[in-house]
């Protein structure tokens, strides 16, 4: 690239400003550009990057950043039409030997997600070289104890060691939490929850992280952006292990504390913008008449599904006016061991301002010919089809295979028999419910999901299956489709399914996860309900905050 073009890049000027505060910068490692080359001009190291087009649009990239070995700021510079340059001075860098290596990332000023620029050895070295041109040859290096006190942590989580808890004398493992220790090393434990907290607008808010076990999701939402983050945790040990990561991650504003959610005494005087309560509801249920005042949101996850998603909303909405599902954590075959993420706020107005979640239009993706029989219904409407269903119920009519498909007439009918026969035994799939043996009849056969036959051959498994089905017709049916969680629509450019967003862009998919949840919301006329997009592309995407 020739000098002028370069100086007229760097005089640009980055709409993010000129400084970002690395402390709350969350890394990924998935290479979105490269450095192409290292040049000095007027003085100056000049670094010319390029960032993958695609890729910038998707990550709303409009800046890079320069940090060094230590993870010290050094740089940074625009992105104009996918070219990103760097102008770093004498000035700019450190006086040690952690100065002579850099890397450097993509970024946007709307999030706090970066991304690595690949840089080949000869680029490496080029820059070395050009730094240490600057300083004495006994520049000295810069001693470091993160090794020690990274092994320290990973032995203190390996000891066999597990917490009680004064409420009911609850067990909590020593390795609960997936502890991310910096340079791609990780502790083993559950996985993390960054996929939805990115949903959320945690951006110069306060936070409040009740049962914050060792502080990994206060880091997380401190790296989304969040001005500070208090934690409480009951158990000590775990306080000093996420005390100890703070330390060695370079946490800022992350304080975790020993304290007992179950007191009322403890939340006197909490103000907050934002509560964090992740699978401590058996902690915070009789104080939670007391939280709900601390902040405007209410960031939930349940425990495991064993009672059923309206188990936690019986419990909380009568405290908040809004919740939306974010979706489900820890999914596998077991159904019971699936948990839900959820926003409580005290209006959807609230929800829409701290939230961001994509919609699809809610037209067919496909002819059918129950929903054109039937046409849109009230809540009065769909309730009275779903027992002339269950009267008219009959194993002959439903019982040959070329019925028990998805998208065929009688499978709706049995799916409304179904649910109407749960409603009338108080919100529970029996034995006996008619479209748990209909849907048993079909995987059996070979005519329905063949991804359901272990759950098929679960009784266990199957009814809290059917369970969860209705529980998301029951809600959408009775408005409530935000509780739901989202469509998940798998992208592809072949697919054979086609929606279109909220925003109007027409997505192509080959799976969807939610099928009884779009015909619900069909039926009663949702015109539009939350998914989560699967994209194409094969690397972590961020929510555009």
């Known amino acids: 690239m020739r000098t002028e073009s370069l100086m007229n890049i760097m005089n640009v000027k980055a709409e993010c400003g000129s400084y970002r505060d690395p402390n709350t910068l969350y890394k990924?490692?998935?290479?979105?550009?490269?450095?192409?080359?290292v040049t000095f001009v007027d003085s100056n190291i000049v670094v010319s990057n390029t960032i993958d087009v695609k890729k910038a649009a998707n990550y709303d990239f409009d800046s890079i950043i320069a940090?060094?070995?230590?993870?010290?700021?050094?740089?940074?510079?625009?992105?104009?039409?996918?070219?990103?340059?760097?102008?770093?001075?004498?000035?700019?860098?450190?006086r040690d030997s952690a100065a002579w290596a850099v890397t450097i990332y993509a970024m946007s000023s709307n999030h706090n997600?970066?991304?690595?620029?690949?840089?080949s050895p000869s680029r490496q070295n080029e820059y070395s070289n050009r730094v240490r041109n600057w300083f004495p040859e006994n520049t000295v290096d810069v001693p470091s104890i993160k090794e020690s006190l990274s092994s320290l942590i990973v032995d203190a989580v390996k000891l066999p060691y597990v917490a009680t808890s004064i409420h009911g004398g609850i067990k909590t493992g020593n390795s609960y939490q997936t502890l991310f220790l910096g340079e791609g090393s990780r502790t083993t434990g559950r996985y993390d929850r960054m996929s939805y907290l990115s949903e959320i607008n945690f951006r110069e808010k306060s936070v409040l992280d009740l049962g914050a076990n060792t502080g990994e999701m206060s880091r997380?939402?401190?790296?989304?952006?969040?001005?500070?983050?208090?934690?409480?945790?009951?158990?000590?040990?775990?306080?000093?292990?996420?005390?100890?990561?703070?330390?060695?991650?370079?946490?800022?504003?992350?304080?975790?504390?020993?304290?007992?959610?179950?007191?009322?005494?403890l939340y006197e005087n909490f103000h907050y913008d934002i509560v964090l309560a992740l699978n401590v509801w058996v902690y915070i249920e009789k104080v939670i008449s007391i939280i709900k005042d601390i902040a405007p949101i209410f960031v939930f996850e349940t425990h495991t599904l064993d009672h059923g998603i309206n188990f936690y909303y019986s419990r909380l909405c009568p405290w908040f006016s809004a919740a939306t599902c974010l979706g489900l954590t820890d999914v596998g075959d077991d159904p019971h061991k699936s948990r839900a993420f959820i926003v409580f706020a005290n209006s959807y107005d609230d929800i829409n301002t701290h939230v961001h979640q994509e919609f699809v239009e809610v037209k067919p993706y496909f002819r059918n010919l129950f929903l054109e029989r039937t046409g849109i219904l009230t809540q009065r409407e769909a309730l009275d089809l779903a027992a002339r269903c269950f009267a008219e119920r009959s194993d002959?009519?439903?019982?040959?295979?070329?019925?028990?498909?998805?998208?065929?007439?009688?499978?709706?009918?049995?799916?409304?028999?179904?649910?109407?026969?749960?409603?009338?035994?108080?919100?529970?799939?029996?034995?006996?419910?008619?479209?748990?043996?209909?849907?048993?009849?079909?995987v059996t056969k070979g005519v329905i999901d063949d991804k359901?036959?272990?759950?098929?051959?679960?009784?266990?498994?199957?009814?809290?299956?059917?369970?969860?089905?209705?529980?998301?017709?029951?809600?959408?049916?009775?408005?409530f489709f935000q509780r739901v969680p989202p469509i998940k629509l798998v992208e592809q450019a072949e697919g054979g399914f086609e929606f279109t967003t909220s925003d109007g862009e027409k997505v192509r998919c080959s799976e969807i996860d939610g099928h009884h949840r779009f015909f619900a919301a069909q039926l009663m006329g949702v015109r539009h309900i939350q998914c989560q997009i699967v994209r194409d592309e094969k690397s972590e995407r961020c929510s555009k905050i």
């Open 28 to 37: 990924f490692t998935t290479n979105v550009g490269s450095v192409d080359t």
């Open 113 to 119: 997600f970066i991304y690595p620029l690949a840089q």
């Open 452 to 479: 359901m036959t272990s759950v098929a051959e679960n009784a266990k498994w199957l009814k809290r299956k059917i369970e969860n089905k209705f529980e998301d017709m029951q809600n959408i049916m009775c408005g």
């Open 396 to 442: 002959a009519k439903w019982g040959a295979e070329d019925h028990c498909s998805f998208g065929r007439e009688g499978y709706f009918d049995a799916l409304l028999a179904g649910f109407h026969q749960f409603m009338m035994e108080d919100y529970k799939v029996s034995d006996e419910n008619f479209y748990l043996k209909f849907f048993a009849y079909g």
């Open 220 to 265: 997380s939402v401190r790296t989304l952006g969040a001005r500070l983050v208090d934690g409480y945790e009951y158990d000590p040990y775990f306080v000093e292990i996420g005390r100890a990561v703070n330390a060695l991650v370079g946490a800022t504003r992350v304080s975790l504390f020993q304290g007992d959610c179950t007191r009322a005494a």
């Open 67 to 94: 940090l060094d070995k230590a993870g010290r700021f050094v740089s940074m510079g625009a992105i104009n039409e996918g070219i990103g340059v760097i102008k770093i001075s004498k000035a700019d860098v450190g």
